[in-house]
């Protein structure tokens, strides 16, 4: 029988990273692919449209007019953002665009003003990326790690990180929403650059 160790790094609770790794770049792939969102997901995305002009993804605006046409919970809503999303041809480009609207929706719930302007989740995963690599660069990831994917220009290993946790993608998406909305927060909110 082959011992703990063989399986086991050594640390309690630490798995090694090569067993670990490519493990959240095939679930993105998967669920992109799939285009599986989470529950109430479309909901979601309503309630944000009401507080801006629009969501932009890969050059196709979702408008927030949108709103007004359709109910939240409408199949033809949802046919509409799977329309927007549909067009990102990476799998698991698009399902970071899902979390960083994810991220998003959560200030559909903050007392946040109306954003006069369309909000670019592509420029919200650019600037979650540009955190991210810059984060593992200052703790001396080797540069072959940090490498970009040519098509998206995100952070390959980003792509791999687990949604939770000091460097998970939700945590890069979130500091990149707050930098992205700043403008429109109400005064007194935490700055979570």
């Given amino acids: 029988a082959a011992s703990i160790e063989t399986f086991h790094s050594g640390v309690p609770g630490v798995w090694p990273l090569k067993e670990r790794q490519g493990q959240w770049l095939r679930r993105r792939r998967l669920d992109g692919a799939l285009n599986r969102v989470p529950v109430g997901f479309y909901q979601k995305v309503w309630k944000i449209l009401q507080k801006c002009h629009g969501l932009s993804i890969e050059g196709s605006v979702l408008p927030s007019s949108t709103t007004r046409e359709m109910t939240p919970k409408e199949i033809k809503f949802a046919v509409v953002v799977e329309t927007v999303l549909n ?26 003003d109306k954003m006069a302007t369309v909000i670019s989740v592509d420029q919200i995963v650019q600037q979650a990326s540009r955190l991210f690599h810059q984060d593992q660069k200052e703790l001396g990831a080797e540069e072959f790690l940090l490498q970009e994917d040519q098509s998206t220009g995100v952070c ?22 707050a930098s992205y909305v700043q403008d429109y927060l109400p005064a007194g909110a935490c700055n979570l650059q």
């Fill in 87 to 112: 067009r990102v041809p990476q799998p698991e480009y698009r399902q970071l665009l899902v979390e960083a609207i994810l991220v998003l929706t959560l200030l559909a719930e903050a007392e946040l």
């Fill in 156 to 177: 390959r290993l980003l792509y791999d990180s687990a949604p939770s946790g000091r460097f998970g993608s939700m945590t890069y998406l979130s500091r990149a929403v």
